[in-house]
Nanobody, 119 residues
Framework: QVQLVESGGGLVQAGGSLRLSCAASRSTFSFVVMGWYRQAPEKQRELVASIRSGGSTNYADSAKGRFTISRDNAKNTVYLQMNSLKPEDTAVYLC?????????????WGQGTQVTVSS
């Protein structure tokens, strides 16, 4: 089992920045993909950004040019730097990690951290 603990959320004005962190309870070397999702009230959960173990990244169109995902395996942590925040970025942001093992892939989720962007 793995625990993922997010931090860094909060209230920020439009145009501001936040840096989210997701710390895993053990080594992330076996996690083939780590990512950030978000869920706003009455909306489906959506992928914001992901990063593979080799370092390749993927971003939602809404995040491109504003958000940057990074990963520090030595600290078992994945980050999401969010700049130029907009009110529509308001949501609970959840960390996800997919661990590959010969028996199959297991997906882990954190509890989430609230991001609120005021206009």
């Amino acid at each position: 089992q793995v625990q993922l603990v997010e931090s860094g959320g909060g209230l920020v004005q439009a145009g501001g920045s936040l840096r989210l962190s997701c710390a895993a309870s053990r080594s992330t070397f076996s996690f083939v993909v780590m990512g950030w999702y978000r869920q706003a009230p009455e909306k489906q959960r959506e992928l914001v950004a992901s990063i593979r173990s080799g370092g390749s990244t993927n971003y939602a169109d809404s995040a491109k040019g504003r958000f940057t995902i990074s990963r520090d395996n030595a600290k078992n942590t994945v980050y999401l730097q969010m700049n130029s925040l907009k009110p529509e970025d308001t949501a609970v942001y959840l960390c996800n990690a997919d661990e590959w093992r010969p028996a199959g892939t297991t997906s882990y989720w954190g509890q989430g951290t609230q991001v609120t962007v005021s206009s």
